[in-house]
Nanobody, 127 residues
């Protein structure tokens, strides 16, 4: 069974940091580009970042560029999102997903269908 499970969310003050993890199973992890998306209450999903299958290429939404870092450990089938300098507007449910059947340039900004997402992990930035 293909599965991704996000973890590491929580409540943090503005300016704080969190590191999200995404454990993948049921597919050959290092064959796929992986992406993070988020969804704030009452809003549609927002693409956050993507990393290539080998971990060499990355790309970020302008809203998180310079603050978030996406990485992966293919030996452990795990994806990460290091989030620094968090802002209130980063509050959302965060999801990871594999990117299937798209070239790199087509994948930047692409939000996979939600049946590719895990259950999500909540990030709340509040004082």
């Amino acid at each position: 069974e293909v599965q991704v499970v996000e973890s590491g969310g929580g409540m943090v003050q503005p300016g704080g940091s969190l590191r999200l993890s995404c454990a993948a199973s049921g597919f050959i992890f290092d064959n796929f580009d992986m992406t993070w998306v988020r969804q704030a209450p009452g809003k549609g999903p927002e693409w956050v970042a993507i990393i290539s299958s080998g971990g060499i290429r990355t790309s970020y939404a302008d809203s998180v560029k310079g603050r978030f870092t996406i990485s992966r450990d293919n030996a452990k089938n795990t994806l990460f999102l290091q989030m620094n300098s968090l802002k209130r507007e980063d509050t959302a449910l965060y999801y990871c997903a594999r990117v299937f059947g798209r070239r790199w340039r087509e994948s930047i900004g692409y939000v996979p269908p939600n049946d590719y997402w895990g259950p999500g992990t909540q990030v709340t930035v509040s004082s």
